[in-house]
């Protein structure tokens, strides 16, 4: 028996023939995105080696990936990603559950949402570096804070689309599952889940990027390494290089977070694809 799902239109655009243009199709798509990125870093850097600029407040590539260089090779820059790394994956995965639980019962629920989705709603409006001295008297300068605060930065996108999805689903198609007389686990499986999956893989995808933006805000409680630390180091110490390292680094690691994360979407997406009507 297959149910109709509402949520097939993410994968089909995404198999959809697309036509390259001479630039994509010469290049393979991977380094297209970096052609910006380094076009910029080319100029900055020529426009340092001319003259036209001393880069002593923005220093030029080169001396950035000296740096990141330096770093790896005392072994500084593997603790400082170790340690972020640690404290992101920790709080986006506290984060996830949470949001999804939450999210899924006030979509579910009526009554759980008008008593519940007001509060949320306020609180997500509170920017995240308020909740950082709330967090540092509540549970001292150490792990615990900076999890639960980047754990606060995931859970809203992550809430919001699982709750907005499973409030979008077509009724028709619950009423379709209900015919059959599925059980409330077997709803959820076959009708509830392939509908609001390319929603939710989405908010997952923003939760993450989210939590990269608040290990910051996180690692500036007293940490002692991390990327977030390496920022203030170079701030304290006078060393703009540091500084534009660790946003680098930042970056890259994101990027690749990011990547992964799409990647590991993408079989979901096929199973996703599997609830379609056929013909």
């Known amino acids: 028996m297959t149910i109709i799902s509402a949520g097939g239109g ?36 020529a426009a340092v080696a001319l003259g036209w600029s ?11 990936l000296a740096t990141l260089w330096d770093l790896a090779q005392s072994g500084d820059l593997l603790v400082h990603v170790l340690a972020t790394l640690w404290r992101v994956g920790a709080g986006f995965l506290f984060g996830v559950l949470a949001g999804t639980a939450l999210g899924a019962l006030t979509g579910y629920l009526t009554a759980a949402r008008r008593l519940l989705d007001p509060t949320f709603q306020a609180l997500r409006s509170i920017p ?4 950082v001295p709330l967090f540092i008297l509540w549970f001292g300068i150490f792990e615990t804070s900076k999890v639960i605060l980047i754990a606060v930065g995931v859970f809203f996108p992550v809430y919001l689309a699982t709750s907005g999805a499973i409030m979008g689903v077509d009724r028709k198609l ?17 009708v509830l889940l392939p509908a609001t999956l390319p929603a939710y893989l989405i908010a997952l ?10 290990v910051v ?5 007293g940490a002692s390494e991390g990327l977030g630390f390496l920022l203030v180091d170079g701030q304290m110490t006078g060393q703009p290089q540091i500084i534009l390292a660790a946003i680098v680094a ?3 690691l994101g990027k690749l977070t990011d990547g992964l994360l799409a990647a590991a979407s993408r079989p979901l997406l096929r199973w996703q694809d599997g609830f379609r009507p056929e013909g």
């Open 54 to 64: 001393q880069g002593r407040l923005m220093p030029p590539p080169s001396r950035i």
């Open 128 to 131: 995240s570096i308020a909740w």
């Open 10 to 45: 993410a994968q089909d655009i995404a198999e959809r023939p697309v036509r390259r243009g001479r630039l994509t199709g010469a290049v393979p798509t991977a380094f297209v995105g970096l052609i910006v990125p380094a076009v910029l870093a080319l100029g900055w850097e």
């Open 217 to 221: 805000a996180a690692e500036f409680m």
């Open 250 to 252: 930042f970056a890259v």
């Open 205 to 214: 995808r923003t939760g993450l990027g989210l939590g990269w933006m608040f």
């Open 174 to 190: 619950v009423e379709v599952g209900r015919i059959f007389r599925l059980s409330g686990p077997q709803l959820v499986w076959r």
